[in-house]
């Protein structure tokens, strides 16, 4: 033993890539709106499902959500008026990690509810 600290999280083995490498997500999110904390929360559950993949994120306009999974806008909020379901996303992702074809995400949870 050489006495440095070993990785903190299992490699895979030689020759196979991590669950998700190769794929690219860039989230653009409204700031001021509060949609950082949906933005963390939807990167972690993705983190934890494929922890090779790259997420980005991105400052945006006004009310916007909008997630490209490798350049393909695949969520808008704008678009939806609401949040992308964690497993549409996890799924888009595996479509994309397989090399199939993406579709847009049209399912999508409320914003918020007011009572």
């Given at each position: ?17 991590e ?32 922890p ?7 400052l945006?306009g ?42 847009k995400?049209?399912n999508?949870?409320?914003p918020?509810?007011i009572?």
């Open positions: 033993m050489s006495g440095e600290p070993g990785p903190t999280s299992e490699a895979p083995p030689p020759g196979e890539s669950p998700g490498s190769g794929v690219r997500i860039v989230v653009e999110y409204c700031e001021p709106c509060g949609f950082e904390a949906t933005y963390l929360e939807l990167a972690s559950a993705v983190k934890e499902q494929y090779g993949i790259e997420i980005e994120s991105r945006g006004t009310g916007a959500f909008e997630i490209e999974i490798n350049g393909q806008l695949v969520f808008s909020k704008l678009e939806n008026g609401g949040f992308p379901y964690e497993k549409d996303l996890i799924e888009a992702i595996r479509r994309a990690s397989n090399g199939e074809p993406l579709e995400i049209t999508s949870r409320p918020c509810v009572l």
